[in-house]
């Protein structure tokens, strides 16, 4: 009787809206918004497609007698990287995506290797074989990758989500992300980039030879050996991947040594000897601070000098004192250069200024970068008087970059150090400036510090006729106690195949045009 009176109970006029249905469900059953939920579906996609790439992505592809591992990576950087264990990693800036191609070569088969011992003539036909199994591998891992970017979404939007429609569609759309980083690296694919390769090797004696900091003290004869050994090796290494055409050298290209702010670290010497047999190069320049304190005490740290196998260039630096100078001036094969002189050497012509502060006395107040602009005039007015003569200058030479600067446009290319980091800019009126880093790693001050400085030296290869820059190899190794070296080659903007040669450039020497050399190697 109740329920029934109730039911008679009279209405009020007030409608009742019927509930709206939620837009969508949270995983916990509460509604949310649709951008949270795309959000959402799109984390899990990425998270998955990373995790099923880093299960199922890997491919093993056999290229020509080697062994070898293909597979895709999450870079922000993208590019190549080949492993070649236990000698290092060749990387290329081959494409820019969020993917990084990862080759590692893991062994040489026995079976195909003897047959290309025992058919010699099969070489003939190797370098096709090799493109073939390699374009054959790159498809068959952008498949394997599909495959497992769709799996790994799947199963991760399964796992979250617990509804198939949701799963497929992360699955859905990993593959579209796939896609759309595929399109990108061909978009941005660089052919070229096996012209400016990049070596890292480790040399896995080193920690056993050397030892700790400790032992470098008492066994650092022991430890600028294998340094310098190191350095041959990695040339060497180096060498043998740039031997295809794009990397057959001019017979007549000069080759420079450019090293700086050596401040007293003796295995220095036996680093850059060993660069210049390996490089065969013609001269060595020394943008200064080779001292710490200029005193003469520090003089016979510098004999050395005259065995280094090329002769040397030497300009001073803000550690080196007259009396640094004029030791060094007495020293065979070594040309010392200030106030703007002009000295021809190994067919090159260098001018240089002397750094005009001598920072160790602090009895004189240093005066900064003006008075390294004054004497950066000085420079330039030499610079001048050579142009007007008719017997331009190829390399301005200073310590300070804040020197050199002030030959813009009077010579092409300037050289410094002082700041302890590479740097190469090209200057507004043309001229390229490349300031070296510490070549010896800061000096034996660096084992004060919680990572020892890089030791970094340049190579640079100029154009016999013209002394136009062609490229450059920039050698890094990893400071005192450490053994990770690195090489790479850099070519300038000018020098890029397909590039138009800057306006008012000498032309290049009658014959076909091939870029400069890699390091020499002992065959014909």
Not at 64 to 77: F, I, R, V
Not at 233 to 251: C, F, G, H, I, R
Not at 410 to 427: C, K, Q, S
Request: hydrophobic fraction near 40%.
């Amino acid at each position: 009787m109740a329920r029934a009176a109730r039911s008679r109970k009279p209405n009020t006029g007030t409608p009742t809206a019927p509930p709206l249905p939620p837009l969508c469900t949270r995983l916990d059953g509460g509604p949310h918004r649709p951008l949270h939920s795309a959000l959402g579906l799109m984390a899990v996609t990425v998270l998955g497609a990373w995790m099923g790439l880093l299960l199922l992505g890997t491919l093993r592809v056999p290229v020509g007698p080697m062994d070898t591992t293909m597979a895709l990576h999450p870079s922000l950087a993208g590019g190549t990287r080949i492993n070649v264990s236990p000698l290092g990693d060749l990387e290329l800036r081959s494409h820019h995506a969020p993917i990084r191609l990862d080759v590692d070569v893991d062994r040489l088969d026995p079976v195909r290797s003897q047959a290309l011992v025992d058919h010699p003539e099969r070489f003939a036909g190797l370098q096709a074989e090799v493109t073939r199994d390699v374009t054959h591998g790159a498809l068959g891992l952008a498949l394997h990758s599909c495959v497992a970017v769709a799996s790994g979404a799947t199963a991760l939007g399964l796992a979250v989500y617990r509804r198939p429609r949701r799963a497929l569609a992360a699955g859905g759309l990993a593959l579209t992300v796939l896609a759309a980083c595929a399109g990108t690296a061909y978009a941005t694919w660089n052919p070229q980039s096996v012209l400016e390769p990049k070596f890292s090797g480790l040399l896995s004696s080193a920690p056993s030879v050397v030892g700790n900091a400790r032992n470098i003290v008492s066994e650092f004869d022991v430890y600028q050996k294998e340094l310098a050994r190191l350095v041959t090796n990695v040339t060497k290494l180096y060498d043998a991947t740039s031997t295809l055409p794009a990397y057959q050298p001019d017979p007549t290209t000069l080759r420079v040594l450019h090293v700086s702010d050596i401040h007293l670290n003796p295995a220095s010497w036996q680093i850059i000897a060993s660069l210049v047999k390996q490089y065969r190069i013609n001269v060595i320049v020394d943008t200064g601070d080779t001292m710490d304190h200029g005193s003469a005490a520090e003089n016979h740290f510098l004999d050395s000098v005259s065995t280094l196998g090329a002769p040397y260039v030497w300009v001073r630096g803000n550690h080196d004192s007259r009396t640094t100078q004029k030791y060094l001036a007495g020293r065979k094969h070594v040309t010392v250069l200030d106030n703007g002189r002009v000295a021809r050497v190994a067919g090159v012509r260098i001018a240089g200024v002397g750094d005009p502060q001598f920072t160790p006395d602090r009895s004189v107040v240093a005066a900064g970068d003006p008075a390294e602009r004054t004497a950066g005039g000085r420079l330039a007015d030499a610079l001048r008087t050579e142009r007007l003569a008719g017997t331009p200058v190829d390399i301005a030479l200073a310590h300070n970059p804040a020197a050199v600067t002030e030959a813009d446009g009077l010579v092409p290319l300037a050289l410094a150090g002082h700041v302890h980091h590479r740097e190469n800019t090209t200057l507004p009126q043309g001229t390229r400036l490349m300031v070296e880093g510490s070549t010896g790693g800061g000096g034996l001050r660096a084992v004060q510090n919680d990572k020892p400085a890089p030791v970094q030296a340049s190579v640079l290869y100029l154009d016999r006729r013209t002394k136009r820059l062609q490229a450059w190899d920039e050698i890094t190794l990893g400071g005192l106690g450490l053994s990770r070296a690195e090489v790479s080659r850099h070519l300038p903007r000018e020098n890029q195949p397909g590039a138009t040669p800057a306006t008012g450039r000498p032309p290049h020497p009658s014959g076909p045009a091939s870029p400069p050399g890699s390091p020499p190697s002992s065959r014909p």
